[in-house]
């Protein structure tokens, strides 16, 4: 095992950022600290395909130069991955932050728990 | 081939692209728009199960010009087609039946809104049900997740965009370990084709390479989609959700949205990692385990619940654990088991909650107990509706609930090591779902000298109250005709290999 998690230190990286964001999304009680634990976690997903779809020596999958050759440009599907994926972190995240300014406009506070309290106060 | 092929790929482009028609729509437009898209695509579907039941093979449909490991596919089998029609009837009738409401509820200028977000949840639901790719998947997952969050705070109070946000949060972290796991298995098999991640996986069964990173991708997914459909401990969203947003959205979020993903994870489990593997992991004792503790707290809860809406809410969260269960027990009787109870469940639920928003209205719209006394006597439709389908929930003999427990006791039986547990659970639930629903009705029908609430006859209700009858008789036909419904579903899991 450790040998291979030398070899693979990116990967590793990858899984121990998506733990830090992970947690933190679950446990912060700010939601912009929640929104940011959910960026960290979603970009360390987008950092283990990028290290998974890499290969040493060879160049970006555009076509350069008219080298069409297999061997020249590394896998291009995790990258595609990663580009979809951005796209629906994005639009997660800007429903997230739009439901938090909702939130705060109406109880003036970022904290989840208080606004759980206020609810339970205003009755209904 | 034929034409009918066509059709799933017709019903996912349809419901999407009149989402975005409906935008620019003014909002009674776009509410015929909604009803015609969906019951365009549940006649489509309809064709579509009389034709895959006439041939008795599944297909793949190509997206694009690439064949196999290249191209995204389609892939309709019974199972799908039954799934895509079912949806498509509960959904109709959860629109039709929550329209009236849908006044007080929501603001008129946003109306158009609503509707954009049915339709997108219905193609994100089509998409869940006959995509053979996995990222596909994931990013309809999303789909699903973000139409289903504006669902619930498209009712501008403070309690739905609490709830919201919690939701959202819930269903972020099961995407997230959803497409975690979708990374590994990737990288270990090298395809997003179903078809063909499971022909890797089961060669790496085969060499017994790769077996800790394969495990840990699969719990990965499995917790995912545990979370995103409300498994016992990640419930803590479900009741605010449910029980605050329009009653359309309740119904629809608790007979839907949970029962794509579960649908998913079916798929994910015969036809990614294939059933036998998956079987011989302990992932399931995990999923039983919890199944069962969601059967006894969920129900616990909606026994201390003083709102109806919140009670049946939490009664969601017994029910699917009952689901759970039936995964958990690791053989074909409980997985048909647990896709029946995913049909009886959805017609159920979504009567109850319909049901429930008439009882309320003559109740000067309180939902506490203590104002619907007697409630069923001032709406006779809707509390004859809510005591069917509570009777259905306990499990009375000629509604569809008693064939679910029927199957999942039949099924417990045969498994060693798990009958016990299970079938005692399955008596304790049943007597705790008694004790909360046979109150409601009790309560419902019980005299009161109270008249300060006003009576509801047939004619202030007509649509309410024919949506009523027709729950009702989805329910008693799933119950009286459920050897044909069976049958159906080992056909359909009999293609999924």
């Avoid at chain 1, 290290?51 to 291009?76: C, L, M, Q, W």
């Avoid at chain 1, 994005?90 to 206020?118: C, F, G, K, P, W």
């Avoid at chain 2, 719209?365 to 069923?376: E, Q």
Wanted: net charge neutral; charged share 10%; aromatic share 10%.
């Amino acid at each position: 095992m450790g040998p291979n998690l030398l070899v693979n230190y990116g990967e590793a990286v990858a899984a121990i950022l998506f733990c830090i964001g992970f947690t933190n999304l679950l446990l912060q009680t700010n939601l912009i600290k929640k929104i940011i634990g959910l960026n960290i976690m979603d970009s360390a997903i987008y950092l283990f395909l990028a290290e998974k779809g890499y290969i040493a020596g060879r160049a970006a999958p555009i076509v350069t130069n008219g080298v069409t050759s297999v061997e020249a440009y590394i896998n291009p599907i995790p990258s595609g991955l990663v580009l979809t994926g951005i796209v629906v972190s994005v639009s997660v995240s800007a429903l997230m932050l739009s439901l938090t300014i909702r939130l705060y406009l109406r109880y003036h506070t970022l904290n989840l728990d208080e606004i759980a309290a206020q609810l339970k106060k205003e009755g209904r | 081939m034929d034409f009918v092929c066509n059709f799933p790929f017709f019903s996912i482009l349809l419901s999407l692209f009149s989402g975005t028609i409906c935008s620019i729509l003014p909002g009674r437009a776009a509410k015929v728009v909604n009803r015609i898209v969906i019951a365009a695509v549940g006649v489509m579907s309809g064709i579509l199960l009389v034709y895959l039941l006439g041939t008795g093979e599944s297909f793949v449909y190509w997206m694009g010009h690439f064949p196999a490991p290249w191209g995204n596919e389609i892939r309709a089998g019974v199972l799908e087609a039954g799934m895509a029609l079912f949806f498509c009837i509960i959904m109709y009738l959860s629109m039709a039946g929550g329209a009236h409401k849908l006044f007080d509820e929501v603001e008129e200028s946003k109306h158009n809104l609503y509707y954009i977000l049915i339709n997108l949840l219905l193609s994100s639901l089509l998409a869940l049900v006959y995509t053979n790719d996995m990222f596909t998947a994931y990013v309809f997952v999303e789909i699903n997740t973000i139409s289903a969050c504006g669902l619930i705070m498209i009712r501008q109070v403070g309690r739905t965009i609490e709830a919201a946000v919690r939701y959202m949060i819930m269903s972020l972290l099961g995407s997230g370990l959803l497409l975690f796991g979708l990374c590994i298995m990737y990288d270990l098999t090298g395809h997003l084709l179903m078809s063909n991640i499971k022909e890797s996986v089961s060669v790496l069964i085969q060499t017994g390479e790769y077996q800790i990173p394969l495990i840990v991708s699969v719990a990965l997914m499995c917790v995912g989609l545990c979370i995103k459909s409300a498994l016992f401990p990640f419930h803590a969203w479900l009741p605010d959700a449910y029980g605050y947003s329009t009653v359309s959205s309740a119904a629809i979020l608790s007979s839907l949205v949970s029962k794509g993903y579960i649908f998913l994870l079916i798929k994910i489990i015969y036809r990614v990692i294939g059933f036998d593997i998956f079987n011989n992991t302990r992932i399931i004792d995990v999923l039983f385990v919890f199944g069962l503790m969601g059967m006894i707290f969920g129900s616990l809860s909606a026994i201390k619940e003083n709102d109806i809406r919140r009670m049946i809410a939490f009664s969601s969260v017994a029910q699917i654990g009952y689901i759970y269960m039936g995964f958990g027990m690791g053989t074909q009787a409980g997985m048909v088991a647990s896709i029946f109870h995913i049909l009886s469940h959805a017609a159920t639920k979504s009567l109850l909650f319909i049901a429930a928003i008439g009882l309320t209205e003559v109740s000067g719209g309180s939902r506490k107990f203590i104002d619907l006394t007697g409630a069923g006597y001032r709406n006779k439709w809707a509390g004859v509706a809510f005591t069917a389908g509570s009777l259905s929930m306990v499990g009375v003999p000629l509604f569809s609930g008693f064939i679910s427990k029927l199957l999942f006791a039949q099924a417990a039986v045969q498994v060693e090591g798990k009958m016990l547990a299970a079938l005692i659970v399955l008596g304790i639930s049943t007597v705790l779902n008694a004790i909360y629903f046979m109150k409601t009705v009790i309560r419902i029908y019980a005299v009161t000298g109270d008249t300060s609430y006003p009576c509801i006859t047939f004619k202030d209700m007509k649509v309410h109250a024919v949506v009523l009858v027709l729950f009702v008789i989805v329910n008693i036909l799933l119950g009286v005709s459920s050897q044909p419904v069976v049958n159906m579903i080992e056909q359909g899991l009999a293609m999924f290999a």
